[in-house]
């Protein structure tokens, strides 16, 4: 006896099995992820002090950089430092 498989029995039949749940973006090793904070020793993302330039002491766009300390956008072009991202 023949048993036969028809193909288009398979037609749309394709599980959604490729979900790949292990994104770790909260790594915590190596790499210029996140600055700390110097101040609180916080993480840039958590860091509530007061946001101001420590060359200028203006407040608009400044972010940590390596060493800890904040600066914005014009000192960090100035002295080449780099935000974490
Ligand atoms: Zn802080
Ligand atoms: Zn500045």
């Given at each position: 006896?023949?048993?036969?498989?028809?193909?288009?029995?398979?037609?749309?039949?394709?599980?959604?099995?490729?979900?790949?749940?292990?994104i770790a973006f909260m790594s915590t090793g190596t790499g210029p992820a996140r600055y700390k904070c110097?101040?609180?020793?916080?993480?840039?993302?958590?860091?509530?002090?007061?946001?101001?330039?420590?060359?200028?002491?203006?407040?608009?766009?400044?972010?940590?950089?390596?060493?800890?300390?904040?600066?914005?956008?014009?000192?960090?072009?100035?002295?080449?430092?780099?935000?974490?991202?």
């Open positions: 006896m023949r048993v036969f498989l028809r193909n288009d029995d398979y037609q749309g039949h394709f599980s959604g099995r490729a979900r790949h749940a292990n110097a101040q609180c020793e916080q993480p840039e993302a958590s860091c509530e002090c007061d946001k101001f330039c420590c060359l200028c002491q203006t407040v608009i766009d400044v972010r940590i950089c390596a060493d800890g300390l904040m600066y914005c956008e014009p000192c960090r072009t100035a002295c080449e430092y780099k935000t974490s991202d």
